[in-house]
């Protein structure tokens, strides 16, 4: 199992509808995140920033992020989600949440 | 159980020693975050931001919170962490690390 955490801005002007729909995330995307073995999967928001925290259980990551993408529902939602978002400038290239360094775990 | 995100900053001259301490926690100062119900305890950094995530399993965690703060282990450490560290202008009063709201999970 891999954690990831992962930092992104969301608009200020947007950050109701960011949380509205949040709320209310469709079944088949819910059914697809699980479907590429990502668990305990959190969004938290603070000062328009957001930070994910989830665990990976699988054992290709890029595969099953790919699969993501190929997805309907999935470019559907993210079609609603980018424009209220802003990656943070130090992203790296590809990303669009930006990966952060696990500098501590316990369990 | 309840789920914590947690924002801080780190002095980005004290980053470095910042990462050296916290990948060789004191035996007691994480023999004590286990005793206060603290668990899947992670912290992520990027851009000298400090991102934290554990899950309390307890049911007074101002309790918990107050035990470690007794501790003189944990009160040494945090006497070494806390000027490597920098809160955000927008925590609440009494917070040093400051919580940030969920606004999503999926198990």
Redesign the interface.
């Known amino acids: 199992m891999a954690?990831y955490?992962l930092?992104l801005r969301v608009r200020p002007e947007y950050q109701d509808s960011?949380?509205e729909y949040?709320?209310a995330?469709w079944p088949d995307v819910?059914a697809l995140?699980?479907d590429c073995q990502?668990?305990?999967?959190?969004?938290?928001?603070?000062?328009h920033?957001?930070?994910a925290?989830f665990e990976y259980h699988g054992a290709d990551f890029d595969a099953d992020m790919k699969k993501m993408a190929a997805s309907e529902a999935m470019r559907k939602w993210w079609d609603i989600m980018e424009p209220m978002q802003e990656p943070?400038p130090?992203r790296k290239p590809g990303e669009w949440w930006?990966?952060?360094?696990?500098?501590?775990?316990?369990?």
Chains 1, 2 share one sequence.
């Open positions: 954690r955490g930092v960011y949380i949040h709320k995330v819910l995140i699980r990502i668990r305990n999967y959190s969004i938290f928001l603070k000062d920033t957001l930070f925290y943070v130090t930006a990966r952060m360094d696990e500098v501590f775990h316990a369990d």
